[in-house]
Structures are given as structure tokens and as C-alpha cells.
């Protein structure tokens, strides 16, 4: 998975982090469950504002 993996990322986040709600979490946060995430295998400095935003997003109808 890369950066722009974004759909993926969101899937894998609402499996992996089933108890969380995508809204209240923080991009510190966000960015180290993705780096976490199995599969994951992007550089760590690619990751933005812009990215994180649209994973988050992207969890959010996830799980709607």
C-alpha cells in the first residue's frame, strides 16, 4: 500500500481500528496507524495535510 492507496487505507483502518471514530482522530495519530498498517510500505515523509485529510475522509464513508 502507498500513500495514494487511499480506499485502501480506509478499509484496512476500519478493520484494524473498528473501535475508533474516523472524526476524532488526530493526524498524529492517523499518520502512525497507516505507517502501522500491514502492507504499508510507502515513505513516511510523503504523507501530507492534503492525504491524511482524504483518508480520513475516505474512513468516514467507510463506515457510514
Do not use: C, H
Amino acid at each position: 500500500m502507498k500513500w495514494t492507496d487511499i480506499y485502501e487505507i480506509a478499509a484496512a483502518l476500519s478493520e484494524t481500528r473498528a473501535e475508533q471514530d474516523p472524526a476524532a482522530v488526530n493526524f498524529v495519530d492517523l499518520r502512525a496507524w497507516v505507517l502501522a498498517l500491514p502492507g504499508f510500505s510507502d515513505d513516511p515523509s510523503r504523507s501530507n495535510e492534503k492525504i491524511l485529510e482524504a483518508i480520513q475522509a475516505a474512513w468516514l464513508e467507510e463506515i457510514a
